[in-house]
């Protein structure tokens, strides 16, 4: 499979704290990627969106960054919250329009 | 707008068993992808269906099948069920442009 999911890559955050969450990307052909957010017992849920062709885009709270460069990708959540404690997956779309999840990362958010 | 609907949510099965799992895409969208999600495995992907046909498959053996009937719900099944077969099976849809909405998941386990 693509990813390697034995031990989660964690990180934990005070409340109010900014989080980023990396995630690095394997094939230079991907136009398209997605931060998901699943929290215990849910399924992934959409949280922002970058084509290939833009380096930064901001929603409510979020914000993606996307180094072609490196093949690096980025979400950056401001003011973390409680709420806000689950495992974030990126997500790419290659040339053969399939979809490939990295492994995870567990952020805790901490009161 | 309803989300994507998987049913049953639990399902308990023995092995040698074969389970079929249903999913609902959101209305309009054509493009129905499964993915297995297992603590040790993380998302991996089964296979993608579109317009009725199947469009990619993942490396899963071939009692992993699917199909997609003409309202664009889909079902896969799993034959001779084996214990790692029990994992999370998630459903998502997409208009085939951008953005993945998954559905909550079958939790299959098999004893």
């Known amino acids: 499979g693509e990813s390697v999911g034995l031990h989660l890559p964690t990180l934990s955050v005070q409340e109010g704290d900014n989080s980023i969450i990396n995630c690095a990307y394997s094939n230079s052909a991907s136009d398209y990627f997605i931060w998901y957010k699943q929290e215990s017992g849910k399924g992934p849920q959409f949280i922002i969106d970058?084509?290939?062709?833009?380096d930064k885009r901001q929603g409510q709270r979020v914000t993606v960054l996307l180094n072609k460069t490196v093949k690096h990708l980025s979400l950056q959540i401001a003011a973390t919250q409680p709420g806000d404690s689950a495992v974030y997956f990126c997500a790419e779309r290659d040339g053969n329009n399939d979809m490939r999840f990295g492994a995870g990362t567990r952020l805790t958010v901490k009161p | 707008k309803a989300g994507v609907t998987q049913t049953p949510r639990y399902l308990i099965k023995t092995r040698g068993q074969q389970v079929t799992l249903s999913c609902s895409p959101i209305s309009g969208h054509r493009s129905v992808s499964w993915y297995q999600q297992t603590p040790g495995q993380g998302l991996q992907f089964l296979f993608e269906?579109?317009?009725?046909?199947?469009?990619n498959k993942g490396n899963f053996p071939g009692r992993f099948s699917g199909r997609q009937f003409s309202n664009s719900r889909s079902e896969m099944n799993v034959s001779t069920l084996e214990l790692g077969d029990s994992a999370l099976y998630l459903c998502?849809?997409?208009?085939?442009?951008?953005?993945?909405?998954f559905g909550s998941g079958t939790r299959l386990t098999v004893v």
């Open positions: 970058i084509r290939s062709n833009m």
């Open positions: 269906y579109f317009s009725e046909t199947q469009r």
């Open positions: 998502a849809s997409s208009s085939g442009q951008d953005g993945y909405t």
